[in-house]
């Protein structure tokens, strides 16, 4: 079956632009996640959506970043006034299971480049 | 606070070269340790979950185990295929998974 796709693949963005990333999680999946990969560092939470429960924005790291899940599907990650710093590998995945205790679906990422 | 560690950061091995990548953490109340391979522009893709301090999983040439203080992901004469970044996550209750580094593995034939 299809597995978890984000789009675009690349964005490239001048400094103070905002930017949309889009995640389509696998069908049926409840749990949605977003992480941040950095160059030389490990995978960073963002946020996770699960049902139609309050998202864990827990690992935003600041207020710029927000995120939204539409009908328990789609999910739009929105970079308000981006930075340099913000530039880097974003990820989603997805899971059948609840929580972080059960294994994700990841997506290819989009790269983000702020110039 | 919560780390993940793993070692060694690059491992260069000829095919058929068994060896071992470490990844140790000091994460308290574990609930669990996950293993996922990354390939070059792709995101992770899932190998293993360990629940419990001496739990052992394979598949194919890969073994996980796991000890209170570290898991090690056992890599049996391995091939050009299996090289790729190998990520360990933990888990524990109330907290968002906490990733390692990675530990980038390259075979040659």
């Known amino acids: 079956g299809a597995g978890v796709s984000q789009s675009p693949s690349n964005k490239v963005t001048e400094k103070g632009k905002d930017v949309e990333l889009r995640c389509d999680p696998i069908s049926g999946h409840t749990a949605l996640y977003w992480y941040r990969q950095s160059l030389g560092q490990g995978l960073e939470f963002l946020i996770y959506?699960?049902?139609?429960?309050?998202?864990?924005k827990s690992g935003l790291p600041s207020d710029r970043f927000s995120a939204e899940r539409t009908g328990g599907s789609v999910s739009t990650l929105t970079i308000q006034r981006t930075q340099q710093e913000d530039s880097a590998v974003y990820l989603c995945?997805?899971?059948?299971?609840?929580?972080?205790?059960?294994?994700?679906?990841f997506g290819p990422g989009t790269r983000l480049t702020v110039t | 606070e919560d780390q993940v560690t793993q070692s060694p950061e690059a491992l260069r091995l000829q095919e058929g070269e068994s060896s071992s990548l470490n990844c140790s953490y000091t994460?308290?109340?574990?609930?669990?340790l996950f293993w996922y391979r990354q390939d070059p522009g792709k995101g992770p893709e899932f190998l293993f979950t360990?629940?419990?301090a001496g739990e052992e999983k394979e598949k194919e040439r890969l073994k996980a185990t796991l000890t209170k203080k570290e898991s090690f992901l056992h890599i049996t004469a391995p091939k050009p295929e299996d090289s790729a970044t190998y990520l360990c996550a933990c888990y524990q209750a109330g907290t968002a998974l906490i990733f390692g580094k990675g530990t980038t593995l390259s075979v040659s034939s």
């Open positions: 959506f699960q049902g139609n429960s309050a998202p864990d």
């Open positions: 994460v308290s109340g574990l609930r669990g």
């Open positions: 360990l629940y419990s």
């Open positions: 995945a997805s899971s059948p299971r609840t929580g972080f205790f059960g294994e994700q679906y």
